[in-house]
């Protein structure tokens, strides 16, 4: 029987380009709070399952052996500080695998930020392109120090390929940015706003089916536009969530660096395209109470 951990994973559940960075970073500024020093270490999730062609990994995927090299690199980042009681992490591509993730972390608990996929869309068409990205070198170092042994070469061929195809001006994009939802290769071919409607409908829709399975005490929804708006009503609800007493003298401190960013700026980017996404998002828009794409019969 696997060994419970005497801290708590938190998972942070979000499409990219949904405030999942700023949401992590805030968090670890209350003591006892810990995450990774690099951005995502989706290389470690899919240690086992490299080759699996998505990043939609069922739960019986989750070898002991897979469990045993995650376990581990969650208690080395608590080891890495006293009394550590929270472990966030926040690989976006997880939006695509809960119920995964809960198998190898049975006692973690999770928070679900969503924002508006029009948003997500303008915004993740910019990072597909290359655009708005960290500085490459020093990003990917970052990651590779997490990254199993093994699975390296996998992954630098990748990067050097897509590198590669931009710098030489064969591709105006990535191969592939962000998670990979079921089928997305099939996809190729489509234009890009809509792979990227399609990649944060899954997203949402994967992560809120596995919610509806899962006992309400260990999973929190907020929204990324609360959260820019009112971030310090929004931080409240997550500490009580989490039972983490907070001063109004620390809570200056904690929301000191969020911003509000491009919050309903997605419709006008993408005006002329509603046909094209509103088909793919107009369902999961509905549900979380955001404005559907008008010009669609969905």
Same mark, same amino acid.
């Given at each position: ?88 992490? !926040?690989?976006?591509?997880?939006? /695509?695998? @809960?119920?995964? %993730?809960?198998?190898? =972390?049975?006692?973690? &608990? $999770? ?14 068409? !910019?990072?597909?392109?290359?655009? /708005?990205? @960290?500085?490459? %070198?020093?990003?990917? =170092?970052?990651?590779? &120090? $997490? ?152």
């Amino acid at each position: 029987m696997t060994a419970m951990f005497d801290f708590i994973p938190l998972i942070i559940i979000g499409a990219g380009r949904s405030g999942t960075n700023i949401l992590r970073d805030s968090l670890c500024k209350v003591d006892g709070v810990v995450t990774w020093n690099c951005d995502e270490i989706n290389p470690l999730w899919r240690h086992g399952n490299i080759n699996w062609p998505n990043d939609e990994i069922p739960p019986e995927r989750a070898t002991s052996a897979i469990k045993e090299k995650i376990r581990a690199a969650f208690q080395k980042i608590a080891a890495s500080q006293p009394d550590t009681r929270f472990v966030v992490e !926040k690989t976006c591509a997880n939006s /695509l695998r @809960v119920d995964y %993730v809960h198998e190898i =972390l049975p006692e973690a &608990r $999770y928070i679900q930020i969503v924002r508006d996929g029009v948003d997500v869309v303008a915004s993740a068409s !910019k990072r597909w392109k290359g655009e /708005l990205e @960290v500085e490459a %070198v020093p990003y990917y =170092l970052a990651k590779l &120090r $997490y990254t199993p042994w093994q699975d390296i070469p996998h992954y630098a061929a990748r990067f050097l390929k897509n590198r590669w195809m931009m710098l030489s001006g064969q591709q105006d994009r990535f191969e592939v940015w962000g998670p990979r939802y079921r089928n997305m290769q099939q996809d190729g071919n489509l234009p890009l706003t809509e792979i990227c409607a399609k990649q944060w409908a899954a997203c949402v829709d994967r992560s809120d089916t596995a919610f509806t399975t899962m006992d309400e005490s260990r999973y929190l929804r907020i929204y990324y536009e609360q959260l820019a708006t009112s971030p310090a009503a929004v931080f409240r609800k997550i500490f009580t969530f989490l039972d983490i007493p907070v001063t109004d003298t620390m809570m200056e401190h904690i929301i000191s660096d969020v911003r509000v960013f491009s919050v309903g700026k997605g419709h006008s980017v993408l005006q002329g395209a509603d046909d094209m996404i509103g088909r793919h998002i107009n369902s999961a828009l509905r549900r979380h109470g955001y404005t559907p794409l008008q010009n669609t019969g969905n």
